[in-house]
Protein backbone atom coordinates (compact mmCIF):
# COMPACT_ATOMS: atom_id res chain seq x y z
CA UNK A 1 0.00 0.00 0.00
CA UNK A 2 1.34 3.44 -0.82
CA UNK A 3 1.80 6.07 1.99
CA UNK A 4 2.41 9.72 2.77
CA UNK A 5 5.80 9.94 3.71
CA UNK A 6 5.87 13.83 4.15
CA UNK A 7 3.57 16.65 3.79
CA UNK A 8 5.24 19.95 2.19
CA UNK A 9 4.12 23.62 2.58
CA UNK A 10 5.61 27.13 2.03
CA UNK A 11 4.37 30.87 1.51
CA UNK A 12 5.20 32.16 -1.81
CA UNK A 13 8.81 34.32 -1.73
CA UNK A 14 11.02 36.40 -3.82
CA UNK A 15 14.25 34.92 -4.70
CA UNK A 16 16.96 36.37 -6.88
CA UNK A 17 17.73 34.47 -10.10
CA UNK A 18 19.82 35.38 -13.04
CA UNK A 19 19.61 38.96 -12.07
CA UNK A 20 15.92 39.28 -11.61
CA UNK A 21 13.48 38.13 -9.15
CA UNK A 22 10.90 35.47 -9.32
CA UNK A 23 7.74 35.52 -7.09
CA UNK A 24 7.79 31.58 -6.36
CA UNK A 25 6.18 29.01 -3.84
CA UNK A 26 8.84 26.15 -5.10
CA UNK A 27 10.60 26.03 -1.83
CA UNK A 28 8.50 23.78 0.50
CA UNK A 29 9.13 21.89 3.71
CA UNK A 30 8.05 19.44 5.88
CA UNK A 31 5.68 20.06 8.38
CA UNK A 32 4.75 17.82 11.49
CA UNK A 33 1.59 16.69 12.94
CA UNK A 34 -2.04 17.02 11.11
CA UNK A 35 -2.36 19.06 8.34
CA UNK A 36 -5.78 20.64 6.92
CA UNK A 37 -6.26 20.00 3.49
CA UNK A 38 -8.78 22.51 1.20
CA UNK A 39 -9.88 23.09 -2.06
CA UNK A 40 -7.69 25.43 -3.51
CA UNK A 41 -4.41 24.65 -0.67
CA UNK A 42 -2.72 23.29 2.39
CA UNK A 43 -3.09 25.24 5.50
CA UNK A 44 0.33 27.25 5.42
CA UNK A 45 1.01 26.66 1.60
CA UNK A 46 0.42 28.77 -1.47
CA UNK A 47 1.96 29.52 -5.06
CA UNK A 48 3.73 32.37 -6.64
CA UNK A 49 2.32 32.39 -9.92
CA UNK A 50 -1.23 31.16 -9.90
CA UNK A 51 -1.75 31.29 -14.14
CA UNK A 52 0.64 28.37 -13.70
CA UNK A 53 0.21 26.63 -10.59
CA UNK A 54 -2.19 25.97 -7.57
CA UNK A 55 -6.15 26.34 -8.18
CA UNK A 56 -9.04 23.75 -7.91
CA UNK A 57 -7.84 21.74 -10.58
CA UNK A 58 -3.69 21.82 -9.11
CA UNK A 59 -4.40 21.99 -5.57
CA UNK A 60 -1.58 19.74 -4.31
CA UNK A 61 1.68 18.74 -6.02
CA UNK A 62 2.62 14.85 -5.79
CA UNK A 63 6.48 13.27 -6.16
CA UNK A 64 7.58 9.58 -5.11
CA UNK A 65 9.75 8.73 -3.05
CA UNK A 66 11.23 6.28 -5.92
CA UNK A 67 11.73 9.12 -8.24
CA UNK A 68 13.90 10.65 -5.40
CA UNK A 69 15.85 7.94 -5.61
CA UNK A 70 16.36 7.54 -9.33
CA UNK A 71 17.79 11.32 -9.50
CA UNK A 72 19.95 10.85 -6.94
CA UNK A 73 21.30 8.09 -9.19
CA UNK A 74 21.19 10.15 -11.93
CA UNK A 75 21.85 13.58 -10.82
CA UNK A 76 24.66 11.72 -8.05
CA UNK A 77 23.29 13.71 -5.71
CA UNK A 78 22.91 13.02 -1.85
CA UNK A 79 21.17 16.57 -0.73
CA UNK A 80 17.74 16.27 -1.55
CA UNK A 81 14.81 15.85 0.94
CA UNK A 82 11.20 15.88 1.01
CA UNK A 83 10.00 18.99 -1.20
CA UNK A 84 13.15 19.41 -3.23
CA UNK A 85 10.74 19.15 -6.11
CA UNK A 86 8.36 21.76 -4.69
CA UNK A 87 5.89 18.56 -3.80
CA UNK A 88 3.43 19.21 -1.04
CA UNK A 89 3.19 15.16 -1.20
CA UNK A 90 6.07 13.23 -0.94
CA UNK A 91 4.53 9.29 -0.46
CA UNK A 92 6.21 6.13 -1.05
CA UNK A 93 4.23 4.13 -4.20
CA UNK A 94 1.87 5.81 -6.57
CA UNK A 95 4.36 5.55 -9.57
CA UNK A 96 3.52 7.94 -12.81
CA UNK A 97 3.58 5.06 -15.01
CA UNK A 98 0.36 3.31 -13.18
CA UNK A 99 -1.49 6.15 -11.40
CA UNK A 100 -4.18 7.34 -13.93
CA UNK A 101 -5.74 10.88 -14.35
CA UNK A 102 -8.97 10.38 -12.54
CA UNK A 103 -8.20 8.31 -9.96
CA UNK A 104 -9.64 8.69 -6.49
CA UNK A 105 -7.62 8.53 -3.23
CA UNK A 106 -8.17 8.90 0.30
CA UNK A 107 -5.71 9.71 2.20
CA UNK A 108 -6.97 10.50 5.98
CA UNK A 109 -10.00 12.56 6.30
CA UNK A 110 -9.87 13.67 2.73
CA UNK A 111 -9.94 12.91 -0.72
CA UNK A 112 -8.42 13.71 -3.78
CA UNK A 113 -8.64 13.10 -7.50
CA UNK A 114 -5.53 13.15 -10.12
CA UNK A 115 -6.21 15.95 -12.52
CA UNK A 116 -2.94 16.57 -14.70
CA UNK A 117 1.06 15.40 -14.65
CA UNK A 118 3.54 18.66 -13.13
CA UNK A 119 3.40 21.53 -15.23
CA UNK A 120 6.87 21.80 -17.32
CA UNK A 121 8.16 24.64 -15.54
CA UNK A 122 11.94 26.11 -15.18
CA UNK A 123 11.25 26.66 -11.57
CA UNK A 124 12.29 23.17 -10.00
CA UNK A 125 15.33 23.64 -12.07
CA UNK A 126 15.63 26.76 -10.13
CA UNK A 127 14.93 25.26 -6.70
CA UNK A 128 17.34 22.30 -7.43
CA UNK A 129 19.89 24.35 -9.39
CA UNK A 130 19.56 22.11 -12.32
CA UNK A 131 18.41 24.02 -15.24
CA UNK A 132 17.58 21.39 -17.22
CA UNK A 133 15.52 19.83 -14.90
CA UNK A 134 12.38 20.65 -16.74
CA UNK A 135 13.16 18.75 -19.41
CA UNK A 136 14.27 16.01 -17.73
CA UNK A 137 11.45 15.64 -16.06
CA UNK A 138 9.46 14.61 -19.04
CA UNK A 139 12.36 12.96 -20.83
CA UNK A 140 12.51 10.11 -18.08
CA UNK A 141 8.94 10.25 -17.53
CA UNK A 142 8.91 11.13 -14.03
CA UNK A 143 6.95 14.39 -13.97
CA UNK A 144 4.89 13.76 -10.82
CA UNK A 145 1.28 15.17 -10.79
CA UNK A 146 -1.20 17.17 -9.22
CA UNK A 147 -4.55 16.93 -7.44
CA UNK A 148 -8.03 18.54 -7.10
CA UNK A 149 -9.44 17.86 -3.20
CA UNK A 150 -12.73 16.04 -3.66
CA UNK A 151 -13.42 16.13 0.20
CA UNK A 152 -11.38 18.40 2.52
CA UNK A 153 -9.88 16.94 5.65
CA UNK A 154 -6.64 16.69 7.61
CA UNK A 155 -4.04 14.73 6.57
CA UNK A 156 -0.51 14.08 8.67
CA UNK A 157 2.81 11.68 7.15
CA UNK A 158 2.11 8.07 8.00
CA UNK A 159 -1.23 8.17 6.42
CA UNK A 160 -1.99 5.54 4.13
CA UNK A 161 -2.84 5.95 0.71
CA UNK A 162 -6.31 3.95 -0.97
CA UNK A 163 -7.84 3.90 -4.13
CA UNK A 164 -10.93 4.63 -3.79
CA UNK A 165 -11.77 4.70 -7.85
CA UNK A 166 -10.13 4.04 -11.30
CA UNK A 167 -10.13 6.77 -13.88
CA UNK A 168 -11.89 5.96 -16.94
CA UNK A 169 -9.48 5.25 -19.97
CA UNK A 170 -6.58 4.01 -18.01
CA UNK A 171 -4.42 6.31 -19.49
CA UNK A 172 -1.72 6.94 -16.38
CA UNK A 173 0.07 10.66 -15.77
CA UNK A 174 3.11 9.42 -17.81
CA UNK A 175 1.02 9.03 -20.95
CA UNK A 176 -0.52 12.35 -20.58
CA UNK A 177 2.58 13.63 -20.16
CA UNK A 178 4.26 11.93 -22.97
CA UNK A 179 0.75 12.66 -25.10
CA UNK A 180 1.39 16.59 -24.98
CA UNK A 181 4.93 17.33 -24.75
CA UNK A 182 6.78 14.16 -26.93
CA UNK A 183 6.66 13.50 -30.47
CA UNK A 184 4.89 10.70 -32.15
CA UNK A 185 1.66 10.67 -30.29
CA UNK A 186 -0.51 8.26 -30.51
CA UNK A 187 -4.26 9.89 -32.24
CA UNK A 188 -5.63 7.53 -30.22
CA UNK A 189 -4.63 8.12 -26.98
CA UNK A 190 -5.45 11.22 -27.86
CA UNK A 191 -9.35 10.80 -28.36
CA UNK A 192 -8.91 8.44 -24.96
CA UNK A 193 -7.64 11.76 -23.15
CA UNK A 194 -10.29 14.01 -24.43
CA UNK A 195 -12.85 11.58 -22.85
CA UNK A 196 -11.79 11.80 -19.46
CA UNK A 197 -13.30 14.33 -17.10
CA UNK A 198 -11.19 14.92 -14.51
CA UNK A 199 -8.66 15.98 -16.96
CA UNK A 200 -7.49 19.94 -16.32
CA UNK A 201 -9.29 22.28 -18.58
CA UNK A 202 -5.81 23.83 -20.18
CA UNK A 203 -4.93 20.56 -20.76
CA UNK A 204 -8.05 19.37 -22.74
CA UNK A 205 -7.54 22.52 -24.53
CA UNK A 206 -4.05 21.38 -25.71
CA UNK A 207 -5.48 18.55 -26.57
CA UNK A 208 -8.40 19.14 -28.65
CA UNK A 209 -5.82 21.68 -30.85
CA UNK A 210 -3.84 18.65 -31.34
CA UNK A 211 -6.39 16.16 -32.01
CA UNK A 212 -7.63 18.95 -34.49
CA UNK A 213 -4.40 19.19 -36.07
CA UNK A 214 -4.73 23.29 -35.33
CA UNK A 215 -1.03 23.78 -36.95
CA UNK A 216 -0.42 26.87 -39.60
CA UNK A 217 -0.56 25.96 -42.78
CA UNK A 218 2.83 25.49 -45.00
CA UNK A 219 3.49 28.63 -46.25
CA UNK A 220 3.67 29.29 -49.90
CA UNK A 221 6.80 31.06 -50.55
CA UNK A 222 10.70 31.11 -50.53
CA UNK A 223 13.17 30.90 -48.04
CA UNK A 224 14.83 34.15 -46.63
CA UNK A 225 14.81 37.00 -48.57
CA UNK A 226 14.07 37.89 -52.32
CA UNK A 227 14.85 40.79 -54.09
CA UNK A 228 11.29 42.35 -55.25
CA UNK A 229 10.39 45.86 -57.71
CA UNK A 230 9.21 48.35 -56.94
CA UNK A 231 6.41 48.72 -59.39
CA UNK A 232 4.22 51.69 -57.84
CA UNK A 233 4.43 54.31 -55.54
CA UNK A 234 0.57 55.59 -54.75
CA UNK A 235 0.14 58.24 -51.92
CA UNK A 236 -2.96 57.39 -49.91
CA UNK A 237 -3.24 60.05 -47.42
CA UNK A 238 -1.04 62.76 -46.45
CA UNK A 239 0.78 60.07 -43.95
CA UNK A 240 -0.03 56.67 -45.64
CA UNK A 241 1.96 55.67 -48.85
CA UNK A 242 1.47 52.15 -50.43
CA UNK A 243 4.11 50.33 -52.22
CA UNK A 244 3.22 47.62 -54.96
CA UNK A 245 5.80 45.35 -55.39
CA UNK A 246 6.16 42.64 -58.32
CA UNK A 247 8.78 40.14 -59.51
CA UNK A 248 12.05 40.75 -61.13
CA UNK A 249 11.10 38.24 -63.80
CA UNK A 250 7.75 39.25 -64.60
CA UNK A 251 5.88 36.09 -63.12
CA UNK A 252 3.28 36.03 -60.67
CA UNK A 253 3.75 36.54 -56.71
CA UNK A 254 2.85 33.59 -54.59
CA UNK A 255 -0.44 34.11 -52.81
CA UNK A 256 -1.00 34.89 -49.72
CA UNK A 257 -3.92 34.21 -46.99
CA UNK A 258 -5.81 37.22 -46.49
CA UNK A 259 -4.12 38.87 -43.20
CA UNK A 260 -0.87 38.11 -43.71
CA UNK A 261 2.35 40.38 -43.38
CA UNK A 262 5.83 41.00 -44.92
CA UNK A 263 8.99 41.30 -43.28
CA UNK A 264 11.18 44.47 -45.55
CA UNK A 265 15.24 44.00 -45.17
CA UNK A 266 16.66 47.48 -46.24
CA UNK A 267 19.79 49.59 -45.49
CA UNK A 268 19.20 53.23 -44.18
CA UNK A 269 22.50 54.19 -43.46
CA UNK A 270 26.08 52.87 -41.92
CA UNK A 271 24.01 50.91 -39.34
CA UNK A 272 23.09 47.15 -39.56
CA UNK A 273 20.32 46.43 -42.29
CA UNK A 274 17.18 46.96 -40.66
CA UNK A 275 14.21 44.81 -40.82
CA UNK A 276 10.74 46.09 -40.36
CA UNK A 277 7.23 44.42 -40.88
CA UNK A 278 4.06 45.89 -42.98
CA UNK A 279 0.73 43.84 -43.48
CA UNK A 280 -0.28 42.94 -47.30
CA UNK A 281 -3.57 45.67 -47.88
CA UNK A 282 -3.72 43.98 -51.28
CA UNK A 283 -6.02 41.12 -52.79
CA UNK A 284 -4.33 37.82 -51.51
CA UNK A 285 -3.98 36.21 -55.20
CA UNK A 286 -3.52 39.32 -56.89
CA UNK A 287 0.05 38.15 -58.33
CA UNK A 288 1.65 41.26 -57.00
CA UNK A 289 1.92 42.79 -53.58
CA UNK A 290 1.27 45.88 -51.86
CA UNK A 291 2.06 47.13 -48.22
CA UNK A 292 0.66 50.48 -47.25
CA UNK A 293 3.10 52.14 -44.59
CA UNK A 294 2.03 55.01 -42.13
CA UNK A 295 5.17 58.07 -42.07
CA UNK A 296 5.63 58.17 -38.44
CA UNK A 297 7.39 61.32 -37.17
CA UNK A 298 10.49 59.82 -36.20
CA UNK A 299 10.78 56.41 -38.17
CA UNK A 300 13.59 55.77 -39.40
CA UNK A 301 12.28 53.04 -41.70
CA UNK A 302 9.18 54.87 -42.54
CA UNK A 303 10.49 58.20 -42.98
CA UNK A 304 13.23 56.36 -45.53
CA UNK A 305 10.63 54.17 -47.35
CA UNK A 306 8.44 57.67 -48.08
CA UNK A 307 11.46 59.65 -49.25
CA UNK A 308 13.78 57.59 -51.00
CA UNK A 309 11.95 54.96 -52.17
CA UNK A 310 10.68 55.34 -56.38
CA UNK A 311 9.42 52.75 -58.74
CA UNK A 312 12.16 50.52 -60.10
CA UNK A 313 13.89 50.19 -57.11
CA UNK A 314 14.48 46.95 -55.71
CA UNK A 315 14.23 45.88 -52.12
CA UNK A 316 14.65 42.38 -49.75
CA UNK A 317 11.42 40.69 -49.04
CA UNK A 318 10.83 37.69 -47.24
CA UNK A 319 7.79 35.47 -47.84
CA UNK A 320 4.07 36.46 -46.66
CA UNK A 321 3.91 34.99 -43.41
CA UNK A 322 1.34 35.10 -40.19
CA UNK A 323 -1.18 33.48 -38.13
CA UNK A 324 -3.88 36.67 -38.28
CA UNK A 325 -5.68 35.92 -41.24
CA UNK A 326 -9.40 35.25 -42.08
CA UNK A 327 -10.61 31.77 -41.55
CA UNK A 328 -12.90 29.75 -43.54
CA UNK A 329 -16.45 29.36 -42.30
CA UNK A 330 -20.16 30.38 -43.05
CA UNK A 331 -20.41 32.82 -39.92
CA UNK A 332 -20.81 36.75 -39.84
CA UNK A 333 -17.64 38.49 -40.02
CA UNK A 334 -16.65 41.59 -38.30
CA UNK A 335 -13.07 43.57 -39.65
CA UNK A 336 -12.52 46.30 -36.89
CA UNK A 337 -9.58 48.87 -37.65
CA UNK A 338 -8.08 52.05 -36.49
CA UNK A 339 -5.70 54.06 -38.82
CA UNK A 340 -3.00 51.90 -40.25
CA UNK A 341 -4.37 48.99 -38.58
CA UNK A 342 -6.61 48.73 -41.79
CA UNK A 343 -4.43 46.88 -43.90
CA UNK A 344 -4.47 43.29 -42.79
CA UNK A 345 -8.71 43.61 -42.69
CA UNK A 346 -8.04 45.13 -45.96
CA UNK A 347 -6.86 42.08 -47.12
CA UNK A 348 -9.54 39.89 -45.53
CA UNK A 349 -11.94 42.35 -47.00
CA UNK A 350 -10.84 41.78 -50.35
CA UNK A 351 -10.83 37.73 -49.97
CA UNK A 352 -14.67 38.07 -49.43
CA UNK A 353 -15.17 40.74 -52.05
CA UNK A 354 -14.04 38.35 -54.66
CA UNK A 355 -15.83 35.36 -53.87
CA UNK A 356 -18.84 37.56 -53.08
CA UNK A 357 -19.51 36.23 -49.99
CA UNK A 358 -23.19 35.96 -48.97
CA UNK A 359 -22.11 36.10 -45.08
CA UNK A 360 -22.99 39.05 -43.36
CA UNK A 361 -19.76 41.88 -42.95
CA UNK A 362 -19.19 44.65 -40.39
CA UNK A 363 -16.62 47.16 -41.70
CA UNK A 364 -15.85 49.39 -38.52
CA UNK A 365 -12.68 51.85 -39.05
CA UNK A 366 -11.75 54.58 -36.82
CA UNK A 367 -9.72 56.87 -37.77
CA UNK A 368 -8.65 60.87 -37.32
CA UNK A 369 -11.00 62.44 -39.88
CA UNK A 370 -12.28 62.47 -43.45
CA UNK A 371 -8.82 63.48 -44.70
CA UNK A 372 -6.85 60.59 -42.71
CA UNK A 373 -9.28 58.14 -43.94
CA UNK A 374 -7.35 55.68 -45.49
CA UNK A 375 -9.16 53.62 -48.57
CA UNK A 376 -12.35 54.87 -48.06
CA UNK A 377 -13.27 54.74 -51.65
CA UNK A 378 -11.69 51.37 -52.40
CA UNK A 379 -13.39 49.97 -49.03
CA UNK A 380 -16.71 51.60 -50.73
CA UNK A 381 -16.50 49.69 -53.71
CA UNK A 382 -15.74 46.38 -52.44
CA UNK A 383 -18.48 46.41 -49.52
CA UNK A 384 -20.64 47.12 -52.35
CA UNK A 385 -20.01 43.82 -53.73
CA UNK A 386 -21.18 42.12 -50.85
CA UNK A 387 -25.26 41.26 -50.17
CA UNK A 388 -24.66 41.62 -46.60
CA UNK A 389 -21.96 43.76 -46.00
CA UNK A 390 -22.24 47.08 -43.89
CA UNK A 391 -19.94 49.89 -42.84
CA UNK A 392 -19.39 52.12 -39.45
CA UNK A 393 -16.77 54.68 -39.59
CA UNK A 394 -16.11 56.72 -36.19
CA UNK A 395 -13.86 60.33 -37.18
CA UNK A 396 -12.72 61.20 -33.41
CA UNK A 397 -11.77 64.50 -34.46
CA UNK A 398 -13.72 67.36 -33.38
CA UNK A 399 -15.57 69.12 -36.14
CA UNK A 400 -17.38 65.65 -37.85
CA UNK A 401 -20.32 65.75 -38.22
CA UNK A 402 -22.16 62.27 -37.82
CA UNK A 403 -23.92 61.66 -41.49
CA UNK A 404 -24.82 59.18 -43.70
CA UNK A 405 -22.38 58.62 -46.76
CA UNK A 406 -24.02 55.79 -49.26
CA UNK A 407 -23.89 52.56 -46.94
CA UNK A 408 -21.75 53.86 -44.63
CA UNK A 409 -22.60 55.46 -41.08
CA UNK A 410 -19.94 58.32 -40.34
CA UNK A 411 -20.13 59.13 -36.43
CA UNK A 412 -18.20 61.57 -34.87
CA UNK A 413 -16.34 60.26 -31.48
CA UNK A 414 -14.66 56.78 -29.95
CA UNK A 415 -15.67 54.03 -30.91
CA UNK A 416 -18.25 52.93 -27.70
CA UNK A 417 -19.82 50.02 -26.22
CA UNK A 418 -23.14 51.42 -26.83
CA UNK A 419 -21.92 52.26 -30.46
CA UNK A 420 -20.78 48.45 -30.79
CA UNK A 421 -24.73 47.82 -29.40
CA UNK A 422 -26.11 49.53 -31.26
CA UNK A 423 -24.24 47.43 -34.87
CA UNK A 424 -26.69 44.32 -33.51
CA UNK A 425 -23.40 42.41 -33.90
CA UNK A 426 -24.33 38.42 -33.10
CA UNK A 427 -22.24 36.56 -30.56
CA UNK A 428 -21.16 34.13 -33.39
CA UNK A 429 -19.56 36.41 -35.68
CA UNK A 430 -15.64 36.28 -35.81
CA UNK A 431 -14.48 39.42 -35.26
CA UNK A 432 -10.33 40.63 -36.47
CA UNK A 433 -9.28 43.69 -34.74
CA UNK A 434 -6.11 45.55 -35.77
CA UNK A 435 -4.74 48.80 -34.20
CA UNK A 436 -3.76 50.50 -31.22
CA UNK A 437 -3.13 47.55 -28.16
CA UNK A 438 -5.59 50.18 -26.00
CA UNK A 439 -7.60 50.16 -28.78
CA UNK A 440 -8.03 46.38 -29.24
CA UNK A 441 -8.19 45.91 -25.53
CA UNK A 442 -10.96 48.14 -25.40
CA UNK A 443 -12.54 47.30 -28.43
CA UNK A 444 -12.50 42.83 -27.26
CA UNK A 445 -14.20 43.77 -23.74
CA UNK A 446 -16.79 45.60 -25.52
CA UNK A 447 -16.92 42.25 -28.09
CA UNK A 448 -17.12 40.22 -24.88
CA UNK A 449 -19.54 42.11 -23.08
CA UNK A 450 -21.67 41.62 -26.08
CA UNK A 451 -21.29 38.14 -25.82
CA UNK A 452 -18.84 37.15 -27.95
CA UNK A 453 -15.92 34.19 -26.63
CA UNK A 454 -12.81 35.30 -26.58
CA UNK A 455 -11.87 32.52 -29.40
CA UNK A 456 -13.69 34.16 -31.81
CA UNK A 457 -11.91 37.90 -31.13
CA UNK A 458 -8.46 37.59 -33.22
CA UNK A 459 -5.94 40.90 -33.03
CA UNK A 460 -2.71 41.65 -35.03
CA UNK A 461 -0.19 43.21 -33.06
CA UNK A 462 2.41 45.12 -35.17
CA UNK A 463 4.99 45.82 -32.61
CA UNK A 464 6.61 42.92 -30.27
CA UNK A 465 4.26 40.40 -28.65
CA UNK A 466 3.14 40.18 -24.70
CA UNK A 467 6.08 38.67 -22.67
CA UNK A 468 5.21 35.87 -21.22
CA UNK A 469 7.96 35.40 -18.15
CA UNK A 470 6.32 33.30 -15.51
CA UNK A 471 7.01 34.44 -11.80
CA UNK A 472 9.31 37.15 -12.83
CA UNK A 473 8.49 40.25 -10.64
CA UNK A 474 7.00 43.51 -12.53
CA UNK A 475 9.83 46.32 -13.56
CA UNK A 476 9.17 49.37 -15.27
CA UNK A 477 9.50 48.67 -18.95
CA UNK A 478 12.61 49.54 -20.84
CA UNK A 479 12.89 50.10 -25.07
CA UNK A 480 14.62 47.27 -26.28
CA UNK A 481 18.06 48.12 -27.39
CA UNK A 482 21.72 47.08 -28.03
CA UNK A 483 23.14 44.68 -24.95
CA UNK A 484 24.96 47.00 -22.59
CA UNK A 485 28.03 44.94 -22.31
CA UNK A 486 28.71 41.61 -23.68
CA UNK A 487 28.80 39.91 -20.80
CA UNK A 488 31.03 42.26 -18.70
CA UNK A 489 33.91 40.12 -20.65
CA UNK A 490 35.74 43.15 -22.02
CA UNK A 491 35.13 41.26 -25.44
CA UNK A 492 33.22 42.45 -28.48
CA UNK A 493 31.05 40.13 -30.22
CA UNK A 494 31.72 39.33 -33.86
CA UNK A 495 29.37 36.63 -34.18
CA UNK A 496 26.45 36.32 -36.76
CA UNK A 497 24.17 39.03 -36.95
CA UNK A 498 20.97 38.25 -35.12
CA UNK A 499 17.93 40.80 -35.44
CA UNK A 500 14.65 41.01 -33.65
CA UNK A 501 12.30 42.00 -36.43
CA UNK A 502 9.26 43.07 -34.29
CA UNK A 503 11.69 45.00 -32.00
CA UNK A 504 13.94 46.86 -34.78
CA UNK A 505 17.02 45.63 -32.79
CA UNK A 506 19.86 44.13 -34.89
CA UNK A 507 22.96 42.75 -32.93
CA UNK A 508 26.38 40.47 -33.18
CA UNK A 509 25.78 36.80 -31.78
CA UNK A 510 28.70 36.53 -28.61
CA UNK A 511 29.22 32.92 -27.92
CA UNK A 512 29.30 33.40 -24.39
CA UNK A 513 25.63 33.56 -24.62
CA UNK A 514 23.60 30.85 -23.63
CA UNK A 515 20.82 30.79 -26.41
CA UNK A 516 19.55 33.26 -28.71
CA UNK A 517 16.45 33.47 -25.31
CA UNK A 518 19.52 35.36 -23.80
CA UNK A 519 20.18 37.58 -25.86
CA UNK A 520 16.55 38.52 -26.67
CA UNK A 521 16.64 39.05 -22.74
CA UNK A 522 20.26 40.94 -22.97
CA UNK A 523 18.52 43.44 -25.41
CA UNK A 524 14.82 43.73 -23.10
CA UNK A 525 12.79 42.11 -26.00
CA UNK A 526 10.02 41.11 -25.00
CA UNK A 527 10.43 37.24 -24.71
CA UNK A 528 7.90 34.52 -24.19
CA UNK A 529 8.97 31.27 -22.30
CA UNK A 530 8.47 28.46 -19.59
CA UNK A 531 10.44 26.00 -19.41
CA UNK A 532 13.73 26.92 -21.02
CA UNK A 533 14.83 23.86 -21.84
CA UNK A 534 12.99 23.29 -25.18
CA UNK A 535 9.88 21.75 -23.86
CA UNK A 536 6.92 23.67 -23.78
CA UNK A 537 7.26 25.42 -26.82
CA UNK A 538 6.06 28.75 -25.51
CA UNK A 539 8.98 30.26 -26.95
CA UNK A 540 8.91 29.19 -30.38
CA UNK A 541 9.59 31.99 -32.91
CA UNK A 542 9.40 32.27 -36.67
CA UNK A 543 12.33 32.15 -38.10
CA UNK A 544 12.03 34.94 -41.57
CA UNK A 545 15.49 33.65 -42.40
CA UNK A 546 18.90 32.39 -41.67
CA UNK A 547 19.78 29.30 -39.78
CA UNK A 548 20.31 27.82 -36.36
CA UNK A 549 21.90 25.32 -34.48
CA UNK A 550 20.81 23.95 -31.00
CA UNK A 551 22.61 23.66 -28.07
CA UNK A 552 20.44 20.87 -26.91
CA UNK A 553 18.04 18.89 -28.84
CA UNK A 554 14.39 20.10 -27.89
CA UNK A 555 12.31 16.42 -27.15
CA UNK A 556 9.85 17.39 -30.01
CA UNK A 557 11.43 19.83 -32.67
CA UNK A 558 8.96 22.56 -33.57
CA UNK A 559 7.37 23.28 -36.66
CA UNK A 560 9.90 24.02 -39.93
CA UNK A 561 10.38 27.48 -40.28
CA UNK A 562 10.20 28.18 -36.42
CA UNK A 563 12.66 27.91 -33.49
CA UNK A 564 12.74 27.58 -29.76
CA UNK A 565 14.43 29.91 -28.77
CA UNK A 566 15.48 29.30 -25.39
CA UNK A 567 17.93 26.53 -26.45
CA UNK A 568 19.07 27.13 -30.00
CA UNK A 569 21.96 29.34 -31.34
CA UNK A 570 22.30 31.24 -34.76
CA UNK A 571 24.70 29.33 -37.30
CA UNK A 572 24.28 31.98 -39.85
CA UNK A 573 22.75 35.39 -39.44
CA UNK A 574 19.70 34.94 -38.58
CA UNK A 575 16.36 37.45 -38.55
CA UNK A 576 13.51 36.47 -36.08
CA UNK A 577 10.27 37.46 -35.86
CA UNK A 578 10.14 38.65 -32.53
Known amino acids: MATLLSVNVGEPKDVPWQGRTVHTGAWKAPVHGRRMVRHLNIDGDGQGDLAGHGGENRAVLVYQL?????????????????????????????????????????????????????????????????????????????????????TEGHVQAGDDITRTRRGPEALSVADIDALLYLPDRDPAKLRRALSIPALSPGWQQSFRELAQ????????????????????????????????LDATDGTPLPGARPGQYLSIRLTTGKDAPAVRSYSLSSAPDAGTYRISVKREPHGRVSG??????????????????????????????????????????????????????????????????????????ETRALLARLPHGRAYISYTAAGEAPRSDG????????????????????????????????????????????????????????????????????????????????????????????????????????????????????CDV?????????????????????DIAYTAQPLEPPEAGTVLICCSRPATDVVLDL
Open 66 to 150: QSYQYWENELSRRDLTPGSFGENFTVDGLPDDEVCIGDRYRIGEAEFEVTQPRVTCYRVGMRLGEPAMASLLVAHHRPGFYLRVI
Open 213 to 244: GESPQQETGWPGFRTLRVARVVPETPSVTSFH
Open 304 to 377: YLHACLHPGDLMDIASPRGTFVLDEGTGPVVLVSAGIGATPVLAMLHRLAAARDPRPVWWIHTARDHTQHVFAA
Open 407 to 522: AAHIRQGRLTAQALADMAIPADADAYLCGPAAFMDTVGGHLRAQGLTPERIHTEVFSALPAINPGITATPAVRPHQPADPLATGSVATGPLVTFARSGIATPWSPERASLLDLAEA
Open 526 to 546: PTRWSCRTGVCHTCVTPVVSG
